[in-house]
């Protein structure tokens, strides 16, 4: 019998299930295995074989993650970059025009600078706190509207209701990366959103151990984005998902835990001395503070700030932290810091990167589930100085 289940907690844990579990089995088992036997299926994206994101695995992750976010459908993919590239070539052909959210994690920025181009694709960057601008960047072939939840690294909080109403005046499909925020702290299907996308490799499996990517949202749309990258070939790897799988049932656990620590720190930061500027949601000195309280259930475990010692200051924090790893990725059980100028907008030319409020010493901490105030001890000696 098929369950329905009301709670995200409950969901993480049972959603998605295969009923009856697989010869008793509580924990689903790993199906490595390439291909499965024919069984009369009528489609080529039917047939059961791994690089189709078909295998049980695949197929429980679907479900689960489509249910987490109350959506129609979901699909698991090989990196959250395959979700991205594999989803705007599909609702976008050549000839056709996206508007995207001008600040945005440096390999979307890169694939639209430098590669949509050569594929006869067209873009506009509009600011996402000033919803009215976006009708002068809107031509005849746009198609669809592009945006963040949590901007990467400097935490914008976008007018996430106009781009649904924008995209629904406008015949546009409207998509979102919900990396930063997770399933716990927004669901995009629920305001509105036709496609929600993730990094994997971040909160969902959070355990710094994958890479992989997913998009959730309407079952139209993910049938013809399967389709495409059944073609692409951006499959998910069977033991991945199992981790993936493995690693979301804590989720509800981690997030939360997140939310509340990266609050204190933050707030920590915005009194100390040596720190010029925080980005963080929850903060009440946030610009998107009001918006982020009416649309998000956390603020999430991201921040990033600049010390006054500019570049010099930011790298000796960053050498003198003891728990926080310095590493480039985000949405683990351990705290990491980076600067995003060496790291994940490396390609984005200076010029860019400063017109965003991405200097080359702001400091982005993604944070972990070590105890908070062990973190704001660390933090605080490192800053001494």
Same mark, same amino acid.
């Given at each position: 019998?098929?369950?329905?289940?009301?709670?995200?907690?409950?969901?993480?844990?049972?959603?998605?299930?295969?009923?009856?579990?697989?010869?008793? /089995?509580? $924990?689903? +088992?790993?199906? =490595?295995?390439?291909?499965?036997?024919? %069984?009369?299926?009528?489609?080529?994206?039917?047939?059961?074989?791994?690089?189709?994101?078909?295998?049980?695995?695949?197929?429980?992750?679907h479900a689960k993650l489509a249910a987490l976010e109350n959506a129609q459908a979901a699909l698991v993919t090989a990196s959250g970059m395959a979700a991205i590239s594999t989803t705007l070539l599909t609702v976008l052909g050549a000839g056709d025009h996206l508007l995207a959210q001008d600040c945005l994690y440096g390999g979307t920025h890169d694939l639209l600078t430098k590669d949509f181009g050569?594929?006869?694709?067209?873009?506009?960057?509009?600011?996402?706190?000033?919803?009215?601008?976006?009708?002068?960047?809107?031509k005849p072939n746009t198609k669809a509207i592009y945006?963040? /939840?949590? $901007?990467? +690294?400097?935490? =914008?909080?976008?007018?996430?209701?106009? %781009?649904?109403k924008f995209a629904k005046d406008h015949e546009l499909v409207s998509i979102i990366d919900n990396t930063f925020a997770s399933p716990i702290n927004f669901r995009p299907a629920e305001h509105g959103f036709d496609l929600s996308l993730h990094?994997?490799?971040?909160?969902?499996?959070?355990?710094?151990?994958?890479?992989?990517?997913?998009?959730?949202?309407r079952a139209d749309l993910i049938e013809k984005i399967k389709h495409k990258l059944d073609h692409l070939g951006g499959s998910m790897d069977p033991h991945a998902a199992f981790l993936l799988h493995r690693g979301m049932k804590t989720l509800a656990l981690r997030v939360r835990h997140?939310?509340?620590?990266?609050?204190?720190?933050?707030?920590?930061?915005?009194?100390h001395a040596a720190v010029s500027r925080v980005n963080f949601a929850g903060l009440e000195s946030h610009s998107g503070h009001q918006r982020a309280r009416e649309l998000f259930e956390g603020f999430s475990g991201m921040l990033s700030f600049e010390l006054r010692g500019g570049v010099a200051?930011?790298?000796?924090?960053?050498?003198?932290?003891?728990?926080?790893?310095?590493?480039?990725?985000?949405?683990?059980?351990e705290t990491l810091v980076t600067r995003p100028s060496i790291t994940s907008h490396a390609g984005m030319s200076r010029e860019d990167r400063e017109r965003l409020g991405i200097s080359d010493s702001l400091v982005r901490v993604s944070v972990g589930i070590e105890a908070t105030d062990e973190l704001i001890e660390d933090f605080d000696q490192a800053l001494a100085e």
């Open positions: 019998m098929t369950k329905e289940y009301k709670r995200i907690e409950t969901k993480l844990i049972h959603a998605g299930e295969p009923q009856p579990r697989i010869l008793g /089995a509580v $924990s689903l +088992p790993i199906f =490595q295995t390439a291909m499965f036997e024919y %069984a009369g299926e009528a489609s080529y994206h039917d047939i059961r074989y791994i690089r189709l994101n078909n295998t049980p695995n695949h197929l429980a992750l050569g594929w006869g694709l067209g873009y506009d960057f509009i600011e996402g706190d000033n919803p009215d601008s976006w009708q002068q960047k809107l945006v963040e /939840a949590i $901007s990467n +690294p400097t935490i =914008q909080v976008t007018d996430l209701k106009a %781009a649904v990094s994997c490799t971040k909160y969902l499996n959070g355990h710094s151990d994958i890479v992989g990517g997913a998009v959730i949202g997140q939310n509340q620590s990266a609050l204190r720190i933050a707030q920590f930061l915005e009194g200051a930011a790298e000796k924090f960053m050498q003198r932290v003891a728990i926080p790893i310095v590493a480039p990725s985000l949405g683990g059980v």
